[in-house]
């Protein structure tokens, strides 16, 4: 398939797909640790005219990288399928403990954005599974020169867990679009055998 280049007929596209978690249509944007889905998920976001945008690394925590399975389905997943807000404690990676809760409410459309939202538990909810197509270890470059020195460390220990995480729960192989960076701003096609 031909690649798309406005967000605008992505967000239509999300829009109009069946509702996969009670009310909402929940649409994961995964890839990388660095590969942009953070800024992605943003500009896709206001593209859905401000669609909430739930991101991982509020989730995850230092002793849990991807272990925050059981919480999201919890404080998430299950007031959204019951078109319930869900109210959830973001993690503070400063101070190294969870933050005052938000509310997220069960919008026409939720993105989860982060390394692992592709995950095998997470797929049956997905209405979409987004995979940003930025090869690891330039997206690792970038993501090591965008917090600097001081965090050098941490991401040695990320890359292995990264590393371990896809090893045993890819997402790539189950994306229904294939998101690449472009100069003018994004291109996405649809992957071949996908599921509608």
């Not at 999300?14 to 943003?42: E, M, N, Q, Y």
């Not at 002793?63 to 993690?91: I, K, N, T």
């Not at 965090?151 to 229904?176: G, N, V």
């Amino acid at each position: 398939m031909e690649p798309h280049q406005s967000l605008e007929s992505l967000a239509r596209e999300l829009g109009a797909l069946p509702p996969s978690l009670g009310p909402v249509r929940l649409i994961a944007v995964d890839g990388h640790a660095g590969s942009g889905k953070s800024t992605f998920a943003g500009r896709l976001a206001e593209a859905l005219g401000g669609a909430p945008v739930l991101h991982l690394d509020d989730v995850a925590t230092h002793a849990e990288l991807f272990g925050w399975e059981e919480r999201l389905r919890v404080q998430v997943l299950e007031p959204l399928a019951a078109g319930r807000p869900a109210h959830w404690a973001p993690y503070d990676w400063v101070e190294r403990r969870f933050g005052a809760r938000r509310v997220l409410e069960p919008a026409p459309v939720v993105l989860v954005e982060g390394v692992g939202a592709g995950r095998r538990a997470l797929r049956p909810c997905l209405a979409r599974l987004l995979w940003m197509e930025t090869p690891r270890a330039q997206s690792w470059l970038r993501g090591r020169n965008r917090d600097g020195r001081e965090l050098s460390d941490f991401w040695d220990e990320w890359e292995r867990a990264e590393r371990a995480h896809f090893s045993s729960d890819p997402s790539r192989p189950f994306a229904d679009t294939l998101v690449r960076q472009s100069g003018t701003g994004y291109e996405w096609s649809s992957v071949a055998g996908a599921n509608p």
